[in-house]
């Protein structure tokens, strides 16, 4: 009779179950439902519209955005949340811009369905009247929160940030940009300010954080990795140190090739990843995150994937 009873008692408890959403029945049992986020992303593609060449060189067959365009649809077929972002320097290197001047580029970033940008110092190539014009081709916003835009051909063509919502999660992306006097002509810059990017990204981080709650705060920049020849200059080393909010910063400038994402703590005592994937589009980077309830953030894998093949492949 008293197995009887058990049977009875654990039977009810099965079919009660069945009818518990899943996100009660996670907390009831203990259990943490994750979210999963996957990021990519490109830095310094320099107008790279096209694998290199086959011709002996080391990046033979490598690059080009038709493999890169295959690389993002086959990781959107397979992952339900992803962000594909760029570190800026979009223009220059290429007959491409030297000829159309952007305008291919946008139209490509554009069909692979890019979130979002920022600038990098070669964006300012052909004047900031041409980047301006030439996003008119683009369906991504250019992000920054450390170029005052005021009376330029940018000023209602930007945002300081933006939140983009993949399921449950609010993920909040800024920009900064780097410091113009000696890589930009005033002529082509047109008034730009340059503002203190640790003092912004700062402000921008603790709005997106505390304020719009967001569960993670991304950080695209061109202020580059690090400089052996002058410690003091500003990169992402020492903005990643000197920040409270920021959970990850994508760079470029530098073309740095990171294998892994770099770890440092910021002045909270948190960590702050910070990722770079070299130049010209022959990497793609690729980080998941998984988010849950208990164990908020972490990142479960990080990927460095060769766009295209070289010929003894």
């Given amino acids: 009779m008293q197995n009887r009873r058990n049977f009875l008692q654990q039977t009810a408890i099965a079919a009660g179950t069945m009818l518990v959403p899943s996100s009660m029945l996670a907390a009831l049992t203990g259990q943490d439902a994750v979210t999963k986020l996957t990021i990519l992303h490109t830095n310094d593609v320099h107008s790279r519209l096209e694998p290199f060449p086959m011709d002996g060189g080391r990046n033979q067959g490598l690059g080009g955005v038709a493999a890169r365009a295959e690389l993002i649809n086959k990781i959107r077929a397979e992952e339900e949340h992803v962000l594909l972002l760029d570190a800026g320097d979009i223009f220059q290197g290429t007959p491409f811009f030297n000829i159309y001047k952007g305008e291919p580029e946008m139209k490509a970033m554009a069909a692979m369905r890019y979130d979002a940008s ?48 993949k399921g449950k999660l609010k993920i909040g992306v800024t920009g900064v940009g780097i410091e113009m006097k ?3 002509p005033d002529a082509l810059a047109a008034n730009t300010q340059y503002l203190d990017p640790i003092v912004n990204v700062n402000r921008v981080a603790e709005k997106l954080k505390k304020d719009r709650g967001c569960d993670l705060v991304i950080c695209l920049s061109h202020l580059g990795y690090k400089y052996k020849e002058d410690e003091n200059r500003v990169c992402d080393l020492i903005l990643a140190r ?12 530098t073309h740095t090739f990171l294998d892994a994402p770099v770890v440092v703590k910021n002045k909270a005592g948190s960590d702050v990843l910070i990722n770079q994937v070299g130049w010209a589009g022959i990497i793609l980077g690729r980080l998941d995150f998984e988010f849950s309830r208990f164990r908020n953030k972490n990142l479960s894998n990080s990927h460095t994937v060769t766009v295209g093949k070289k010929a003894s492949e």
């Fill in 242 to 253: 000197e920040t409270e909010n920021i959970d990850l910063i994508i760079g470029g400038h």
């Fill in 118 to 165: 920022i600038m990098g110092n070669h964006d300012f190539d052909a004047g900031l009247e041409n980047f301006a014009t030439q996003l008119q081709h683009a369906s991504f916003p250019i992000l920054m929160c450390n170029y005052g835009f005021i009376d330029t051909p940018m000023e209602h063509k930007y945002a300081p940030y933006k939140i983009f919502k």
């Fill in 182 to 184: 000696g890589l930009v």
